[in-house]
């Protein structure tokens, strides 16, 4: 998976963003970052299954800390 597809793809699921801002950051339109997004899930979704990957454990991945270049926040869970 390239940089940008998976960047894309968690600064929707991770970060919150949207469609809409993450079309004008990267100067394409909601429904072609809406595709590509979903097209990393099934990239994604196809890698894990080949591999018998817990599904826990991919949620548990990325519910953790994103990378700080990403520009992702923790999501505050009001439990700390």
Do not use: C
Request: proline share 6%; hydrophobic share 35%; aromatic share 6%.
């Amino acid at each position: 998976m390239r940089p940008e597809e998976r960047s894309l793809f968690l600064r929707h699921h991770v970060g919150q963003q949207t469609f809409v801002e993450l079309a004008k950051e990267t100067g394409s339109t909601p429904d072609a970052v809406r595709m590509a997004v979903k097209r990393t899930g099934k990239k994604m979704a196809v890698y894990l299954l080949g591999r018998d990957f817990d599904a826990n454990g991919y949620l548990a991945i990325l519910a953790s800390t994103p990378p700080p270049q990403l520009g992702l926040h923790r999501i505050s869970t009001g439990e700390e």
